[in-house]
């Protein structure tokens, strides 16, 4: 009797795509290409409806959201379901807002996926900070003003402002603040960074839903910020800090100075 040898199953494998700060067109050719040949996509809350729908009808599509101050998905169980459906040699695209080696958690994922064996690959995506500048029409950088660029999380473990910040280097007045996750925690940021030297009349942008429907970019000073507390809306917020900001044409078409003016702009 005959036995034919078995074939040997296709191996699966994970891929880290960025999807960007929400509009499709951000998203790279690399991106579109591998999310098309996607077996699962695990996607998180900010990854948007017309993203997902570049995604083959015949893929699965699993949220796995994690929302500050929300039910969330467990991290191990994420890093595990990954692993499982790679095991069974499925293409795994794990496609994460922005890029998605920012504030994503991306370092557990592939170090899980080393643990169980899986090949991994990244896809950068644009980071919700650069989206904010473009949206802006700024530069982070300026020769005169700003010499470096500094990508920072507003939200500790606690969900408070991280107390282990470099204090003194953020409130260097050249160099440019993005501060991810900040709403809640604006406030203190401020505060804080006024009492370590950053002049209150520092320009502010607080940016909700870049490059998204309901985009809003409102100017204010870092004084002003202080004394609103929390920011909060129901989109993704950051906040963009520092010199680069001023007098932005974006902000300064309704308004003279961006550091000054206080009223939402939608874009
Ligand atoms: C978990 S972090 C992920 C960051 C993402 N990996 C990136 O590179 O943009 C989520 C935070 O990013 C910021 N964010 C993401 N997309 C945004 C958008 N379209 N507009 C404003 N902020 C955004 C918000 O601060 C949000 O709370």
């Known amino acids: 009797m005959h036995i034919a040898p078995r074939k040997p ?3 699966g494998r994970i891929t880290l795509i960025g999807a960007g700060p929400g509009d499709p067109e951000l998203m790279t050719l690399k991106a579109l290409r591998l999310l098309a040949s996607a077996d699962d996509v695990l996607h998180d809350d900010l990854v948007p409806p017309e993203i ?3 995604a ?8 796995v959201g994690k929302r500050g101050h929300r039910p969330s998905c467990r991290q191990e169980d994420i890093n595990a379901l990954m692993a499982a459906l790679a095991r069974e040699g499925r293409h795994v695209v794990r ?3 922005g890029d998605p080696a920012l504030f994503g958690r991306a370092g557990e994922e592939i170090a899980a996926a080393a643990d169980a064996g899986v090949p991994v690959e990244i896809v950068p ?5 650069f989206a904010l500048a473009a949206a802006l029409g700024v530069s982070l950088t300026h020769r005169a003003s700003a010499h470096s660029v500094r990508l920072v999380t507003g939200h500790g473990r606690e969900g408070a402002l991280p ?13 440019t603040l993005l501060v991810y996750m ?3 925690t604006a406030g203190h940021l401020a505060e804080r960074l006024i009492g370590c030297g950053l002049p209150p009349d520092t320009p502010v942008v607080v940016a909700e839903a870049v490059s998204r429907a309901g985009q809003v970019l409102r100017g204010l000073t870092l004084a002003a910020l202080a004394g609103e507390g929390s920011v909060a809306s129901e989109h993704p917020l950051m906040l963009g800090i520092g010199e680069v900001f001023r007098d932005c044409p974006a902000l300064a078409a309704s308004h003279p100075s961006c550091a000054r003016s206080q009223a939402p702009i939608a874009a």
């Open 9 to 11: 199953a296709e191996a």
């Open 125 to 129: 995506g644009i980071t919700a900070g």
């Open 52 to 54: 997902l729908a570049l």
């Open 56 to 63: 083959p009808k015949t893929a699965r599509l699993i949220p």
């Open 95 to 97: 496609l994460k807002s």
């Open 182 to 184: 900040a709403g809640r």
């Open 163 to 175: 107390q282990d910040l470099d204090w003194r280097g953020l409130a260097d007045p050249a160099t």
